[in-house]
């Protein structure tokens, strides 16, 4: 089970999120929970991009791991 967070908010701001939630048939908890989490994911898949990135600039910088990843190939998966 996950910690429990606290989170204070601004008057006005806790309002327009309640309202937010009341929309969507949420409480304010589950709103906020679900937009953390979105939030946490979309962090999660550009750190992983900013990697591939990285990957890609080394190989352009380095031609022998070029290509040994030329030599070794792309995995296709897992064959049956």
């Known amino acids: 089970m996950a910690g429990t967070l606290s989170v204070r908010l601004a008057p006005e701001d806790r309002s327009v ?3 937010a939630a009341r929309k969507q048939g949420k409480g ?3 709103f906020v929970r679900d937009l953390a989490e979105a939030e ?3 962090v999660r898949r550009e ?3 900013e990697e591939g ?3 890609v600039a ?3 910088r380095h031609p022998e ?3 040994e990843l030329e030599e070794i190939g792309t995995p296709l998966g897992e064959l049956p």
């Open 53 to 55: 990135q990285h990957v």
């Open 47 to 49: 750190a992983i991009r």
């Open 28 to 30: 304010l908890s589950t």
């Open 17 to 19: 999120l309640e309202d």
């Open 58 to 60: 080394h190989l352009a």
């Open 40 to 42: 946490a994911r979309r």
């Open 65 to 67: 791991a070029r290509a």
